[in-house]
């Protein structure tokens, strides 16, 4: 099948670049899976996690937000961060979402409570993603 | 006799110097390579949010965004990136010189917002109004290490501070090249962007919410996009100035070594001939 190209570009690199098949992305709107033959769209992101196919892989990468925009079978995400599972700092991940929860139990003054509220999505769909790729690898052996 | 051994010890101090500056070149060199490389890295999503922030803006109605909106300019802020540090060349002259300038011609009175210590010094000294400044942001900046800047920056346009925005970095050419720049950032002028393609899109919420979201992450990207510009050039800068300085110590020390050899020889006729003398009127 004549699949989509998939860009996944960041500030500070360009993450991801192929062939795929269909691309399954967290919008602001709900989950969206794009296949090939979309109309123009440009949607924002939720933090979440990505899901490409390509034949029978799958990749998870975990997002945290962003803007995705499908153009003549082309999808180019402009992610503020994007990593693949092998990419992921578990220990970071799981620090940042602890430290998320505190800021937001402990309900202090002076709290930014939606960024909070963010940082906790964020690293919880990193945590998710790392998750999910290893229960995964583990099935396979 | 002190004349030789003060070429001498010349001659040392000089081989001492231009070890020292041969290896801040390599360190150099090591570090542009990275540094192009990150800004290149960047550009397919600066880009990429350029299109697209074309699209939005001829949509019709969706123009109107705190960002876009122009107003007569009774106050000016400038972003002044320069390196932290010196020895590279005439490179920090060069950018001080350039905003300074254009500081100079502006009518309206204008505030400095200084990323790295020589720029810094520079306004100051020379008792511009600095409104915050930024300094030691490292080699290999992310994308957070300067968010505290757009964000400053965001907000004084947004709540009226500050009319127009401008950034003044040296823009990285090539290796011999870097060229002051000083870029209009705020109100984002739909004239700099290319133009857009007859294309509709579908948007999600709305196009408004997508412009809304996109602007302040195009002026992030701006800045940060500045300041891996100013690391390439400081690098490749510094790289071009110490290779130079090498040069010229090693040509000094042959001088150094031809005159040394002279005096030598010198010396050694006259004790000769003092010799030979001094047998001639014993005999």
Redesign the interface.
């Known amino acids: 099948m004549a699949g989509l190209t998939l860009?996944i570009?960041?500030?500070?690199?360009?993450t991801y670049s192929g062939e795929v098949d269909i691309v399954i992305a967290p919008?602001?709107?709900g989950q969206m899976a794009i296949l090939p033959h979309h109309?123009?769209?440009?949607?924002?992101l939720e933090p979440g996690e990505l899901c490409v196919r390509k034949g029978p892989e799958e990749t998870l990468i975990a997002i945290s937000g962003g803007?995705l925009?499908v153009?003549d079978d082309k999808v180019?995400i402009?992610a503020?961060a994007a990593e693949r599972a092998d990419d992921i700092d578990l220990a970071r991940a799981e620090a940042a979402r602890r430290r998320a929860e505190e800021r937001l139990k402990s309900g202090a003054p002076g709290v930014d409570h939606a960024r909070a509220e963010a940082a906790l999505r964020r690293s919880l769909a990193r945590l998710k993603v790392a998750e999910r790729t290893r229960k995964r690898e583990k099935r396979l052996t | 006799m002190a004349n030789i051994r003060l070429i001498r010890r010349r001659i040392r101090s000089i081989q001492s110097t231009a070890k020292i500056t041969r290896a801040m070149e390599m360190i150099a060199a090591s570090k542009m390579r990275r540094a192009q490389q990150n800004v290149l890295a960047g550009r397919p999503y600066a880009e990429k949010i350029r299109q697209v922030l074309a699209h939005l803006a001829a949509q019709p109605g969706a123009a109107v965004h705190p960002l876009l909106e122009r107003r007569e300019v009774s106050n000016i802020q400038v972003i002044h990136i320069t390196p932290d540090r010196g020895l590279c060349g005439g490179l920090n002259t060069n950018m001080n010189r350039s905003t300074a300038s254009f500081i100079l011609e502006q009518v309206a009175p204008t505030v400095l917002i200084t990323v790295g210590k020589k720029g810094r010094d520079y306004m100051t000294r020379y008792g511009r109004q600095v409104q915050a400044e930024f300094t030691a942001i490292g080699d290999q900046p992310s994308l957070m290490d300067t968010l505290p800047i757009s964000r400053i920056v965001i907000d004084d346009y947004s709540n009226g501070s500050v009319d127009a925005v401008y950034l003044a970095y040296p823009r990285f050419v090539n290796t011999m090249i870097q060229r002051p720049v000083l870029d209009q950032l705020l109100p984002v002028q739909p004239a700099t962007i290319e133009r857009p393609g007859e294309i509709e899109y579908i948007y999600e919420p709305s196009s408004k919410a997508v412009l809304a979201e996109l602007l302040p992450r195009f002026v992030e990207m701006e800045v940060y996009h500045a300041v891996l510009e100013s690391i390439a050039s400081e690098q490749s800068a510094r790289m071009v100035a110490m290779r130079n300085a090498t040069e010229n110590a090693n040509e000094m020390v042959q001088d150094l070594t031809l005159a040394y050899n002279k005096a030598r020889q010198e010396m050694i006729t006259k004790e000769l001939l003092d010799i030979t003398g001094g047998a001639e009127a014993l005999a």
Do not use: R, Y
């Open positions: 860009e570009v960041t500030a500070e690199a360009m919008g602001i709107m109309a123009p769209l440009m949607t924002m803007f925009e153009l180019v402009l503020d």
